[in-house]
C-alpha cells in the first residue's frame, strides 16, 4: 500500500510487482513485454465503488480552458503551482467511472508514458483528485494540426519534414510493442517552433497484451468515442482493420500512407465518413499523381505513398523505412539507379498498355510513358514514344477529344462567318453608285440587295453560334451569282464575286474533304444563267461580234462615261474588299501554323534527343 500524503489525495491500492515515482503514486506493474507477470490493470483507487460528486481540480494545480474532449476523456490546460509551469490535464469525463473506464484511462497513460520520444507528449504525473478520479498531466503543447496547416497551405517541405518525425515516432512505438491504430491528420500537433507531436493513444494496442472482446474497445471518430465498435478514424483505417483482423505495425503505416496521400495529391484518399470503409476495402491503393494530376508530385514520393498504401500489409514498408525514404527525398540522395530501373518498368507497361490498342490503353500509356520519362529524362526511348503519342494522331479519336474538336470548329465557323458577313456587307457600297448608273429594273436590283440582306442575316448568325448550313450557303449564294449576272453580265464582275465565295468557303471542312464540290459548283454557277439565257428566262447578257465583246446589264444603262466610271470604280472595290477577306482567312491560318511551329520547337527542345534535326 502507498499513501499519498498531499492534501485531497487518495490512498492507491498496489497490485504485486507495482513500481511507485517519487511522489508517492503508485503506476502499477511495467507493461506487459517488460517482465511483468500481469497484464491486469492494477492502478484502481481503493475507494472506486464510492460515488464521486463532482468533478474536482487534482491537488497542486490550477485548471484553466478546455483544450479538448473525447468520449471519455477530456483534457484541460492547467498550471502547476508546485514546480511552476504550464501543463496540460487529462481526466476522466465521467465523476463515476465504471472499472472498464479506469482500466482504459490508466493503460492509455502507460502507454504514453513509456514512449519516451521528442515527438511524443512526456507524461509528468499521475494521481487523483480528492474525489478519487485519476488523471494525468502531460507538457503543455500548442499549434496546429497537421490537417489545419495542410488547408493553410504550408509549405510542402515543412510538412514533409514533420511527416519525418512522426514515421520515426511511430517507429519507436513499434519497436515497443505499441500500435497506435487512429493515426490522422488532426492527431498530428505541429507547434510554432518546429515541435511535432503525435497525440491520442488511447486506443493504442500493446501486441503482447492479452487480447480483449470488442465489447472493451474504443472507436475514435470526429464526433467522439463509441464503444463496442471498430478502432480508429474511418479513411486512415487500413482493410484489415476494417475486416475485424489482428492489427500489427502495418496498420499505423498504411495511415501514415493515407496521411502522406493527403499532403501530396491535396486531397484526401477516401472519403469522409463511414463512406470511407467501403471505398478502403474496394481500392485501399491509389497514387497522388493520378488522382491530381496537375500538382508536381515528385516520382519518388508518389512511389513510396503507393507502397505504404498497399493492399497486403506484409507488402508495405515499416514505419522507419518511410521515413528514410523520405528524409532522403528532402535530403536529394535520389538513386539515379532507381530512377532508372523504374523508368524502365514504367516505360514496359506503357509499351504493353499500347499494344492492347483502344482510347483506355493509349491514354495509360501516355501517362506511364511521362513518368518514365520524369524519372529518367535521359531516355531516348521515353523521349521518343512521348513524341509519337503526343505528335501522331490516334486511329480513333476519344470521345472527349471529338467534342473539343468540334467546339474548336465552332470558332473557326465564328470567324470565318465574320469574315464572310464584313464581305457581304461590303457589297453595299455599290449603293452610292446607282444614282450614276441610271436604272432599267428595280426588280432586279431591289432581288440583288434582298438576296445580299438574306445572306448577311444568314452569316451573322453563323458568326453568333458557331454552326453554318453549307447547303444554304451554296444555294444562297448560287441565287446571289445568278442575280449578279444581271449587273454587268456573266463576265464581268460575276467572276470577281465567284473567287470572293469560293474563298470563304472553302475553309470549310466538307469542301476540303470533297474537292470534286468546288468544280461542279463553279461550273454549275457559270451555266446555270447562261441556261436560262439559252432558253430565254433570262435577258442575254453576252453578244460576241467581229472585233468585240459586248456585255449588257439587265439593271442599269451604263450608256455613259459616269456609268463606265461607276462600273471601274465598282471592280476596284470588290477586289480590294475580297482581298482583305483573303488576307484576313490566311492571316488566321498562318498564326495557327505559326503558333503549331512554335509549340513543335519548344517540344523537341524539351524532349532528350528528339531536337536534332530542328531549326531553331
Request: net charge neutral; aromatic share 6%; glycine share 10%.
Amino acid at each position: 500500500m502507498v499513501d499519498d500524503t498531499k492534501p485531497g489525495g487518495a490512498v492507491w491500492r498496489a497490485a504485486p510487482g507495482a513500481s511507485t515515482q517519487p511522489g508517492g503514486h503508485a503506476l502499477g506493474p511495467t507493461l506487459p513485454g517488460d517482465g511483468a507477470t500481469s497484464s491486469a490493470d492494477t492502478l484502481i483507487p481503493s475507494d472506486a465503488a464510492a460515488p464521486v460528486a463532482a468533478l474536482l481540480t487534482p491537488p497542486g494545480y490550477q485548471l484553466r480552458e478546455l483544450i479538448g474532449k473525447g468520449g471519455m476523456g477530456e483534457v484541460m490546460a492547467a498550471y502547476d503551482a508546485r514546480i511552476g509551469r504550464d501543463v496540460a490535464i487529462k481526466r476522466m469525463r465521467s465523476a463515476t467511472p465504471t472499472p472498464d473506464q479506469l482500466a482504459r484511462f490508466l493503460r492509455e497513460a502507460r502507454i504514453q508514458a513509456r514512449l519516451d520520444h521528442p515527438a511524443i507528449v512526456p507524461v509528468h504525473e499521475l494521481g487523483t483528485d480528492a474525489a478519487g478520479r485519476p488523471f494525468f498531466s502531460m507538457k503543455r503543447v500548442s499549434g496546429q494540426t497537421l490537417g489545419e496547416r495542410m488547408a493553410a497551405g504550408s509549405s510542402p517541405q515543412a510538412l514533409l519534414r514533420a511527416f519525418v518525425d512522426v514515421c520515426r515516432a511511430v517507429d519507436l512505438a513499434h519497436s515497443r510493442a505499441v500500435i497506435h491504430r487512429d493515426l490522422k491528420p488532426a492527431n498530428i500537433m505541429m507547434g510554432d517552433y518546429g515541435e511535432v507531436y503525435v497525440l491520442d493513444w488511447g486506443v493504442a494496442r500493446v501486441l503482447t497484451e492479452t487480447s480483449r472482446s470488442s465489447s472493451t474497445d474504443i472507436m475514435t471518430l470526429d464526433e467522439g468515442t463509441q464503444t463496442g465498435a471498430l478502432l480508429g478514424t474511418p479513411g486512415y483505417m487500413s482493410p484489415e482493420q476494417i475486416r475485424g483482423e489482428p492489427v500489427t505495425q502495418p496498420a499505423d503505416v498504411y495511415a501514415l500512407g493515407a496521411i502522406l496521400f493527403e499532403l501530396l495529391a491535396g486531397e484526401a484518399l477516401h472519403p469522409r465518413g463511414t463512406a470511407a470503409l467501403a471505398a478502403t476495402l474496394m481500392n485501399p491503393q491509389e497514387a497522388p499523381s493520378r488522382r491530381s494530376s496537375e500538382r508536381p508530385i515528385a516520382p519518388e514520393l508518389d512511389a513510396i505513398c503507393e507502397a505504404a498504401l498497399a493492399a497486403a500489409p506484409a507488402a508495405r514498408p515499416t514505419a522507419r523505412q518511410l521515413a528514410d525514404r523520405v528524409q532522403a527525398y528532402l535530403d536529394g540522395d535520389r538513386d539515379l539507379d532507381q530512377r532508372r530501373r523504374l523508368a524502365g518498368e514504367h516505360l514496359a507497361t506503357a509499351q504493353a498498355a499500347l499494344a492492347t490498342g483502344g482510347h483506355t490503353g493509349r491514354a495509360t500509356a501516355i501517362h506511364l510513358a511521362g513518368r518514365a520519362l520524369a524519372l529518367d529524362p535521359s531516355s531516348a526511348t521515353a523521349a521518343e514514344l512521348v513524341t509519337r503519342l503526343i505528335v501522331e494522331p490516334p486511329p480513333e479519336l476519344p470521345a472527349a477529344l471529338v467534342t473539343e474538336l468540334a467546339e474548336q470548329e465552332k470558332v473557326q465557323v465564328r470567324q470565318r462567318a465574320l469574315a464572310g458577313l464584313w464581305a457581304y456587307l461590303g457589297l453595299f457600297a455599290f449603293c452610292p453608285l446607282i444614282p450614276f448608273l441610271g436604272v432599267k429594273s428595280w426588280g432586279w436590283v431591289l432581288a440583288m440587295f434582298g438576296v445580299l440582306c438574306g445572306l448577311s442575316l444568314f452569316t451573322w448568325r453563323a458568326a453568333r453560334t458557331g454552326r453554318y448550313s453549307l447547303l444554304f450557303g451554296l444555294v444562297g449564294n448560287t441565287v446571289l451569282a445568278v442575280v449578279w449576272t444581271r449587273l454587268a453580265g456573266i463576265y464581268l464582275l460575276t467572276p470577281v464575286f465567284l473567287c470572293g465565295v469560293l474563298l470563304a468557303m472553302t475553309t470549310t471542312a466538307w469542301m476540303i474533304r470533297n474537292r470534286w464540290a468546288v468544280i461542279a459548283w463553279t461550273v454549275l454557277v457559270f451555266l446555270v444563267p447562261l441556261g436560262l439565257e439559252e432558253v430565254g428566262l433570262l435577258m442575254t447578257s453576252i453578244e460576241v461580234t467581229p472585233g468585240a465583246i459586248l456585255s449588257r446589264s439587265t439593271m442599269f444603262e451604263m450608256n455613259s462615261v459616269r456609268g463606265g466610271l461607276a462600273l471601274l470604280l465598282g471592280n476596284v472595290v470588290f477586289v480590294s474588299m475580297f482581298g482583305l477577306v483573303a488576307v484576313r482567312i490566311h492571316g488566321s491560318a498562318k498564326q495557327a501554323k505559326r503558333r503549331l511551329h512554335i509549340q513543335n520547337w519548344h517540344m523537341n527542345h524539351l524532349l532528350p534527343g528528339s531536337s536534332r534535326g530542328t531549326t531553331a
